[in-house]
């Protein structure tokens, strides 16, 4: 078989120049997301198999790359389901991960436990322009607060990032899973055709109004139930404040607390934000975690034209590891979209280093090149880059590459200093 000197399908090679903005990136990152408490933890990329298809994770477990069993665990030959084959994955998420980590340290974290996890995930998805196979993810998560304050500090804190990046004029679209459930109910559906039908409701952005009704009748739900849920959207259309207009008409169905809890998180953030953007409430955002379990979240950055980020409450996790339930709550920021929207936009990383490239003649060596290298020392002291490199044929060329990777300066060293 041929080596191939192209990456995996769906995974990328990192030139130096993108790889200086994810550097500063992650930099801001952790430096405002630790100036609202958040602290810093790592947990490995691979995970038992079972908890990454506890039926958590919606379409993500279709998208698992699965580890085989090794040595004389590994039977093949006798292997009669992909159970007896297969005892591990790559991590399709981080939320898995944390809930698992969190249940195996609880008794030595504080409580409530702010975490802030940065790594690489994988899933077998098909690449586009911002999606890869492999791509890194940035969570923080608030587990052991009950109450909204953790949505808060979790949308004030990733959108405080946002606007130190340089974002403004985005969105944060915010709803939550029990108003979603509370208008199927109103409208008559099924408690367990729920999933189905807040699958076609989460196309409502690409297929519109009638694009869902169309799929709706097709999947054989009542024609009164599609249009009396149908109306509830068009009528939140002509209102000012869609989450009072849904308290109101959904009472007895939704519990009052829910409404006016996510009000709440509406105005407190709208009252405190420090960066340039809108809280929407909107009642199609659907999210396809099957482990949300109250607010739901997403980024919109009108650049991209899609999902740059979201999370919510995800209350029962825990439980499933433990058997008692924990209050929890995530956001998850789309690193790469950000990185990618950065890098397109032509961003320069502000405060970087002056770099100056040194250029030496092949044949200085000895006392001369030990009093070149000195002086690049000295240099770096004082907070200079420099960049210490044997001179090629063709300077110029040498130098065009240099100066596209940023150095603004060169000097160059002769063995016969009148060479110059």
């Known amino acids: 078989m041929a080596l191939s000197k192209k990456p995996v399908r769906g995974m990328k090679d990192i030139l130096p120049e993108e790889m200086e903005i994810r550097d500063y990136v992650i930099g ?3 430096e405002t997301y630790g100036k609202f408490g958040f602290t810093s933890i790592e947990t490995p990329c691979v995970e038992n198999i079972a908890n990454l298809t506890n039926k958590q994770g919606g379409d993500n477990e279709k ?11 590994l039977n093949v030959a006798e292997a009669s389901s992909e159970e007896e084959v297969v005892d591990s994955g790559l991590r399709y998420d981080l ?21 802030l996890q940065m ?11 911002g999606r890869y196979r492999q791509f890194m993810q940035c969570d923080i998560d608030i587990l052991g607060e009950p109450s909204n304050l953790a949505e808060i500090e979790l949308i004030l804190a990733t959108t405080t990032t946002l606007g130190r990046l340089g974002f403004q004029n985005f969105e944060i679209r915010i709803n939550d899973r029990q108003i979603l459930k509370a208008m199927a109910a109103y409208s008559g559906f099924s408690e367990d055709s729920y999933d189905s039908v807040f699958i076609t409701l989460d196309k409502m952005d ?20 599609v249009d009396k849920y149908l109306g509830l959207y068009r009528e939140l259309n002509q209102q000012e404040n869609g989450v009072a207009y849904l308290a109101e008409t959904l009472a007895g169905v939704l519990d009052a607390e829910v409404a006016r809890g996510l009000q709440e998180i509406i105005d407190s953030v709208s009252a405190t934000k420090t960066a340039e953007f809108k809280m929407v409430f909107d009642a199609t955002l659907v999210r396809g975690m099957s482990y949300y379990t109250g607010t739901i979240f997403e980024i919109a950055i009108p650049e ?17 590891f433990t058997g008692n339930d ?14 990618l929207l950065l890098t397109e936009s032509g961003f320069k990383v502000p405060g970087r ?10 044949g200085v060596g000895g006392e001369k090149l030990c009093e070149i290298i000195a002086k690049a020392q000295e240099a770096r002291q004082d907070g200079t880059q420099v960049l210490v490199v044997r001179m090629n044929k063709n300077k110029k060329f040498q130098k065009d590459q240099l100066t596209g990777e940023g150095y603004e300066e060169f000097e160059e060293f002769y063995k016969d200093p009148l060479k110059k």
Do not use: H
């Not at 939320?95 to 409580?111: E, G, I, K």
């Open 95 to 115: 939320t898995v991960p944390l809930v698992r980590y969190y249940s195996n340290n609880a008794a030595n974290l504080p409580s409530p436990f702010k975490a």
């Open 206 to 225: 690409k297929i519109g109004m009638e694009g869902v009704e169309a799929e709706l009748l097709e999947k054989g739900f009542e024609k009164d139930c």
């Open 326 to 339: 924990v209050p929890a709550c995530g956001f998850s920021i789309g690193f790469e979209r950000i990185v």
């Open 119 to 129: 790594g690489s995930v994988w899933r077998a998805d098909n690449p586009q322009r």
């Open 353 to 362: 280093p002056k770099k100056k490239a040194y250029l030496i003649e092949k």
């Open 304 to 320: 991209f034209g899609g999902s740059c980020g979201g999370g919510g409450r995800y209350d029962r996790m825990v439980g499933k």
């Open 63 to 73: 998208l698992i790359y699965k580890i085989l069993k090794r040595g004389e665990k």
């Open 28 to 30: 801001i990152i952790k």
